[in-house]
């Protein structure tokens, strides 16, 4: 079965930073883009950063110039570096892939379980 495992979450004050990692098995997904999502309660799921498998990345407006994904596809990973957080990011972050052209999630894409960000003031 294919399998994503997101971990990395937890608590930081406004400002600080936090690394996200996504190990995919069951499959390769080096030559497919990567993304990853956010989700606070009650808020619809969005779109964060997408990675393609070429090495070109897509951002949301709300992280362009703080967070960074990169991938290291010898060790079947994706990655989130996040900077200069504000409580405003605090969110269930996943992982998916593979994504389309569009970096939307694919029919038959895989999710992890999430991890949880939490920024305070």
């Known amino acids: 079965q294919v399998q994503l495992v997101e971990s990395g979450g937890g608590l930081v004050q406004a400002g600080g930073s936090l690394r996200l990692s996504c190990t995919a098995s069951g499959r390769t997904f080096s030559s497919v883009a990567m993304g990853w999502f956010r989700q606070a309660p009650g808020k619809e799921r969005d779109f964060v950063a997408g990675i393609s498998g070429t090495g070109n990345t897509k951002y949301a407006d709300f992280v362009k110039g703080r967070f960074t994904i990169s991938r290291d596809n010898a060790k079947n990973t994706v990655y989130l570096q996040m900077n200069s957080l504000k409580p405003e990011d605090t969110a269930v972050y996943s992982c998916?892939?593979?994504?389309?052209?569009?970096?939307?999630?694919?029919?038959?894409?895989?999710w992890g379980q999430g991890t949880q960000v939490t920024v305070s003031s």
């Open positions: 998916a892939g593979p994504l389309t052209r569009d970096y939307v999630p694919s029919s038959l894409a895989a």
